[in-house]
């Protein structure tokens, strides 16, 4: 089943402890991109990759990092976490990038809490 | 600035009445528009585009969308509303520039029984 996967579905964690959020795609699929969810102000870009080993920063980078060293995975890093990103994340891919205009496949996910 | 404006934060239907969500849009350029759904605890669905060509676009689970030039609105609307519609639908516009997505605000949509 054709899929964008992220890990883990719920975190919860403490300021400053690092953590990794997962996103893996079964589609060779050449742009992927990470979003995050807040009320009220819709979907916001943290980092996008149009392939493998390039990546460029999205509407709000600060505090994450990001890396596509493969094809089918882009992880999202939090060196220092803080409260402020407390969120819903999503990873997302489409076929290609630029005035392809292929559609975005979403994961279902992955909400972090950080106190 | 490019932009995308849904002005209502929710509307509410009764099944079997028609729906519209109300999508505006400020771009430079050709505008190229999309419409996706999330599901409670689920990621976002494609639903349709509008690229170029008819202005009025089909798409999945019997939602189409008008585009209106002069209105620079992207309405998306349904004939007849199923409770099984009830979601959060967002509104998106490609940035020119950089080709990323603009996405509005989101507008949940409640449907009645």
């Known amino acids: 089943e054709a899929q964008v996967t992220q890990n883990p579905r719920y975190l919860i964690t403490v300021t400053g402890k690092k953590l990794t959020v997962t996103c893996s795609q079964n589609?060779?699929?050449?742009?992927m991109s990470w979003y995050r969810q807040d009320p009220g102000l819709g979907l916001r870009q943290i980092y996008y990759?149009?392939?493998?080993?390039?990546?460029d920063k999205g509407d709000v980078p600060e505090g994450y990092k990001v890396s596509r060293k493969e094809k089918r995975n882009f992880p999202l890093i939090l060196e220092s976490p803080s409260p402020n990103q407390t969120s819903l994340y999503f990873c997302?891919?489409?076929?290609?990038?630029?005035?392809?205009?292929?559609?975005?496949?979403f994961g279902n996910g992955t909400r972090l809490t950080v106190t | 600035a490019q932009s995308v404006a849904q002005p209502e934060d929710q509307v509410n239907v009764a099944e079997g009445n028609p729906l519209t969500v109300k999508c505006t849009y400020s771009?430079?350029?050709?505008?190229?528009l999309f419409w996706y759904v999330q599901y409670p605890n689920r990621g976002l669905q494609f639903l349709l585009k509008?690229?170029?060509?008819d202005n009025l676009v089909k798409g999945s689970y019997g939602f189409e969308a008008e585009f209106n030039k002069s209105q620079t609105s992207f309405h998306l609307k349904k004939p007849s509303a199923l409770v099984s519609d009830s979601a959060l639908y967002f509104c998106?516009?490609?940035?020119?520039?950089?080709?990323?997505?603009?996405w509005g605000a989101g507008t949940k949509l409640i449907i009645k029984p």
């Open positions: 997302a891919s489409s076929r290609q990038a630029g005035l392809n205009n292929s559609p975005l496949h």
């Open positions: 589609m060779n699929h050449e742009y």
């Open positions: 990759s149009m392939n493998v080993e390039v990546t």
């Open positions: 771009v430079s350029g050709n505008p190229y």
């Open positions: 509008y690229i170029t060509g």
């Open positions: 998106a516009v490609r940035d020119a520039s950089n080709y990323q997505l603009i």
